[in-house]
């Protein structure tokens, strides 16, 4: 297993490679780059105070130096990479800053909502999942099947305006805010009303992350569970007098989450985990909201960034997923 990993960690590089090559050429030719904002800007200010807007070649090739586009293609993608190397990507034209401290300021709040979205899909989801297949065909299975199925259907940004109208003072109930992740008064309180504020805040965003991600995994931890009990083995350990319930919790259930192992691999890219529409629908600074507004303001730097690190967190999860696959299920050998 070893060499294998050690195989698919040197594969990441000509992945990466290939991946910002492309991402850096399709960039450099979408209209609208910084530079051009810039001429805009600067004929703009000439018009207000009365001047030409006429600009010489000159100042044309001093914006082009300033951007670092008076390079050719090629030295310009060298650059940037050895810059990557050396753990820079470089500055955001929008926000005049390291784009490295423009992403980090994203990470908590994006960390904090696809990682707990995650995790209570995951523990929600498996015991919901193996009781409706226990129960295939009651009651309990019917109702809870059209519950899970609504919540597929309804996309989160759509849930999200419902949810403001009905519960966020849209007419009917006052009992969340409106939007954001923590009050305006939130540096004067405690610490305790600190929390207290911001779950206070999440609650429906996280219902929205959740709505997706928690329908999919319990009908897949329902079929996985029907599958393995119509398994030769289920049969002969219940004809050798094993108990149901044990058979289900000793060898169903650990063979039913070989399937959702690969969705492990997910806890790598929680920071990029951004749901643009439902971010923008609450008002919330997350990495979806910064990507967009990236490629929007054709601010490249940050567009390469995220790029980048998503791709690599990726490959990273993907590798554990299939690593963690093999542990689970001893039938897989990794060559």
């Known amino acids: 297993m070893g060499r294998y990993i050690l195989r698919r ?44 807007a006429r600009m010489t070649a000159e100042e044309v090739e001093n914006i082009k130096a300033y951007f670092g586009f008076d390079r050719p293609l090629h030295e310009r993608y060298l650059r940037w990479l050895g810059n990557v190397v050396k753990g820079d990507l470089g500055r955001s034209f929008i926000h005049q800053r390291p784009v490295w401290d423009v992403i980090v300021e994203r990470f908590p709040v994006s960390i904090f909502f696809g990682l707990t979205s995650l995790l209570i899909a995951y523990l929600v989801s498996v015991p919901l999942g193996l009781l409706k297949a226990v129960r295939h065909g009651s009651l309990f299975d019917g109702i809870s099947s059209v519950a899970v199925l609504v919540g597929y259907v309804i996309p989160g940004w759509a849930l999200g305006i419902f949810l403001l109208v009905f519960l966020a003072g849209g007419g009917f109930f006052d009992w969340f805010p409106l939007g954001g992740v923590v009050s305006e008064d939130f540096e004067y309180l ?26 999919f995994l319990t009908l897949l931890m329902k079929n996985s569970v029907l599958e393995e009990l119509n398994r030769d083995y289920v049969r002969t350990e219940l004809s050798k007098g094993v108990p149901y319930s044990r058979v289900v919790g000793r060898f169903v259930l650990r063979n039913a989450l070989i399937p959702l192992v690969t969705g ?22 997350g990495m979806g909201l910064l990507f967009f507004n990236a490629i929007v303001g054709r601010d490249y730097n940050v567009v390469m960034g995220i790029i980048l690190l998503s791709g690599f967190l990726e490959m990273l999860g993907r590798l554990f997923s299939d690593v963690m696959y093999a542990v689970v299920d001893p039938r897989i050998r990794l060559t």
């Open 9 to 52: 960690l040197l594969l990441i590089i000509p992945t990466l490679l290939g991946m910002t090559i492309a991402v850096f050429l399709l960039t450099q030719f979408v209209p609208g780059g910084p530079v051009e904002q810039a001429i805009q800007k600067v004929r703009g200010a000439q018009l207000t105070s009365g001047a030409s």
């Open 190 to 215: 405690g610490p305790m009303e600190k929390v207290a504020d911001f779950l206070h805040h999440a609650t429906l965003p996280l219902i929205c992350w959740l709505a997706g991600s928690f329908a």
């Open 264 to 285: 492990l691999g997910g806890l790598f890219t929680v920071m990029f985990a951004g749901a643009l529409l439902i971010e923008r629908v609450f008002d919330i600074n």
